[in-house]
């Protein structure tokens, strides 16, 4: 132990301060965020207006206190003729902070509008993940001209970042860590560590490798900061560590890391090697990515990012419209061959669609919760069956709930008969419509298949044509059409 | 500096590995687990089975080598009937680990069985925050009964959280941190850490605070290692931090994690004193839960988790049920006034649900967009106007689109002033779809309301009335029902 000083105690505060009385609007202090701090729509206008008055300095002047974030921000908000002067405006301002933060497309545009070295000029300041992220976007000859670019260094830890599959912890890890040998102790960490060059700017644990670089223990750096230095690392570490394969797909990665409430982790190679690590700020990323998507590719938005291109919203959204063409248009040969009973009784054409609409709404509901319980793991071939028995029982009180509802108002406007046809379709849809939001999804997974992307289609289809088809066949049974 | 040997730098390792290639089936593993990382379905079934036999010793034997993540999931996989022996099989096993990561819904149903002094031991062993989160699911009475049995320091820190609001800051964070004065020495730091008693198991930030116990700055765990001991802190703290206001929203705080790529900050109360933290793996959680649940909530699915209990699920999902009943009545109204060109011409009937269908897929697929961009910070009141009119340009494309396709498809079949008829109205009731998608979600924002809950119903209504409205009425109007 060192001889300098030992504080006191009453230097140092411990807290464990009991909450005073807050007032909800305490919150962060900036004139030019919002309360949900994001950037006022009179501070990006007055940007606006100074970059289209060509007062650069000005433009300069406003964006200069701003967190590399909020620059990032302020790219996504002004309209896309504005990107291009106001980077030219803030280049000393364009930190590789600033280009991770920014949104996919805009970055995308914004590289492929700006020449190749000016590209490898951003990407030599940035790490290699985010770096990687920067090039991955260009089409593959723009790579080549970026990568030429480069130094050596920098040029191969992309490469090799680049030669695995996209979305793959390998493609998304940083190459920069610390790992030192197990007989190494805390006060030679500490050293070498105050030594160090080549360290990355900051990490979160150190790896303990053995002489082939495989892990075999890892260490926070809190433990390092409260052991004596002659303790050996072996002593302080844990054995005990999650290990990421560099081929596993980002939303797994993802899951282990909420699951076992990871900071950071070490990637390995196919042999055991540490090749890598990934920390839970890049995670955060794909976390919320993968849980949000579900909304959207169930909606069949696809991406559904507001900054994509109009073109490829067209096609990604179109494509699902037409797809439910399809499937209105087996409701509609359904209802054709009824004519003859709706043309009798034009109730029937009345009624119909809200017999197909909430079997539609209720199947969305079971499918939702099951893509969800998909996603986050919790359903898994343990409790498939008892999950689908779970939500016929839910889809059967509501189905009675509604067709109780409907065939009531039936019965008293139209006919009682045709009152019991509607409530009897409406029950049998809606348990059609749980067990179907239940299995299509959970069939979609079992062929690996996104449950998200097509299960809409399917689920539609069923409770759009058994709705119809229920009512009116139930209807021309009972001879209420006569 | 220390007089201990340096060590060589062939004896460290920072690696800069290249890629070696790797296979996509190097998982984890571990013969309990699936391609997944989820626990397979023979041991579920092997450790049900033990329970049913009554022996315990077999369960603890089976359960013993799991983490505790996974003996949380195993809880959730088994039946209810299953947990509390289960539980009783592996008391010992029980760690607070275990606890925190259980599902809501199952821990509260586990809590409850349990007697307050069962779960005052369970609350002891946990981080304030973990018990927090178990003691808020009890209902007053047991509340303050739990409260009674843990020791004087557990229960002040506890209330103290329960003061705070659900889902802020003050009820989330933690209570235990590391603050120092600026006047520190990076060597006093470490010496104080050896030394210290009464901190954190973990922490990864070391927080500067004033003699008001207001924060200034922040330092890494790195970087203090990385520092020579003579050094202040004020030296090498960084001054500009992200603080998080007791009050905030949970929901704000994962924005903010997000945005900042924070690992843990400083929460302050209202009068700007630190008075806890809160770290990235509890926001992970949250990120998570949040980016998910609006798929659920657009549904109208409720809370959507499959460990909810039936009832619960039953009332949240009916209501929507019944609220699109409303909207569907509307639709039938418009329908029922056009009953008698629906008598006439039985095709009109055969047709609108298409042209309604494809419009609320429309209109989901906007709002699926405009809801995500909302909850991620994306659309502000600086870009609605060019989102809206985005929106607008993508309806018209895809209206044109299927209203061509629907359109010729009907001259064919039916005549060729129907397939004008359909495909005027499809493209009427896509571009409704398209505008009534942003304008929505927008609006229950701008009203403080969240965008999910409600959007579907008013979506749905809109491009139902609509479609039906726009196709029968321009039917009416062209002639074509003579």
Redo the contacts between chains.
């Keep these: ?2 001889d ?4 006191e105690d009453e ?14 609007d ?3 202090d900036d004139e030019r965020m ?1 309360e ?6 009179e501070f ?2 007055a940007v606006e207006d100074a970059l289209e008055e060509g007062d650069e300095q000005a433009v300069y002047d406003l964006v200069e206190p701003l ?1 590399p ?1 909020d620059i990032a ?1 302020l790219f ?2 002004v ?1 896309k003729d504005d990107r291009a002067p106001l980077a030219a405006a803030i280049t000393d301002l364009m930190s590789g902070d600033v280009i991770a ?1 920014l ?1 996919d497309y805009v970055r995308e545009d914004m590289m492929e509008a700006l020449p190749a070295e000016a590209v490898a000029q951003i990407a030599e300041q940035l790490d290699t993940d985010d770096a990687v992220q920067l090039i991955e976007d260009l089409d593959e000859e723009d790579q080549q001209a970026v990568l030429a670019e480069l130094d050596a ?1 920098d040029r ?2 992309i490469q ?2 680049l ?2 599959p996209e979305e793959t912890a ?1 493609r998304l890890m940083s ?7 197990e007989a ?2 805390v ?10 060059r ?3 700017a ?3 644990e150190v790896f303990v ?1 053995d002489e082939r ?1 495989h892990p075999v223990g890892t260490c ?10 002659s303790i050996p690392l072996g002593d302080v570490m844990k054995r005990d560590q999650t ?1 990421i ?4 797909d980002q939303e ?1 990665v993802a ?9 950071s982790a070490a990637v390995v ?3 055991g ?4 690590q990934m ?3 890049d ?3 794909i ?3 993968e ?2 998507e ?3 590719l ?4 696809g991406e ?4 994509e291109p ?1 073109r490829e ?2 096609s990604s ?2 494509r ?3 797809a ?2 399809g ?3 087996v ?2 040969l359904i ?2 061959a009824f ?1 003859a009973a ?2 009798k009784l ?1 109730a029937l ?3 119909m ?2 017999v ?3 079997g539609g ?2 199947g ?10 998909i ?9 498939t069956r ?2 689908l028995w ?1 939500e016929m ?2 889809a059967l ?2 189905g009675v ?2 067709a109780l ?2 065939g009531v108002a039936t019965a008293l406007i139209f006919t009682p008969q045709l009152g019991a046809v509607i409530a009897l379709a409406m029950t049998i849809n ?1 348990v059609i419509a749980g067990s179907a939001g239940v299995l299509v999804p959970v069939a979609f997974d079992r062929l690996d298949q996104d449950p998200a992307v097509a299960s809409s289609v399917f689920v ?1 289809m069923i409770t ?1 044509s058994m709705g ?1 088809f229920a009512f009116l066949g139930l209807a021309v049974a009972s001879g209420i059409v006569a």
């Design positions: 132990m060192s300098e000083t030992r504080l230097d140092v505060m411990l807290a464990d301060a009991p909450a005073e009385e807050a007032r909800p305490d919150r962060i919002d949900e701090n994001t950037l006022k729509p990006v206008r967190h974030a921000d996504e908000l309209t933060e949104n260094e191969i830890a090799s970042a030669a695995y390998g190459r920069e860590f610390v790992a030192v040998p190494m102790t006060g030679d960490l500490i050293d070498f560590l105050r030594d160090g080549d360290l990355p900051e990490f979160l490798v670089h926070q750096l809190s433990w390092i900061l409260r052991t004596p230095r290990l394969p560099a081929m596993l797994e899951l282990m890391f909420q699951k076992y409430a990871l900071i190679d196919d042999s090697r540490l090749v890598g920390t839970v700020d995670v955060v990323h976390i919320s990515e849980a949000g579900d909304a959207l169930m909606s069949g938005a559904g990012d507001i900054n109009i919203a067209y959204r179109v699902w419209l037409v439910n063409l499937t209105a248009l409701a509609s209802i054709a004519g709706i043309e034009v054409a009345v009624l669609p809200i197909a609409s909430i709404n209720a969305t509901q079971t499918m939702a919760v099951t893509v969800r319980a996603a986050t793991n919790q359903l898994t071939r343990s409790n008892r999950i779970r029982r839910v009180l509501n709930t509604v509802l409907v809606v539609t759009d119809f």
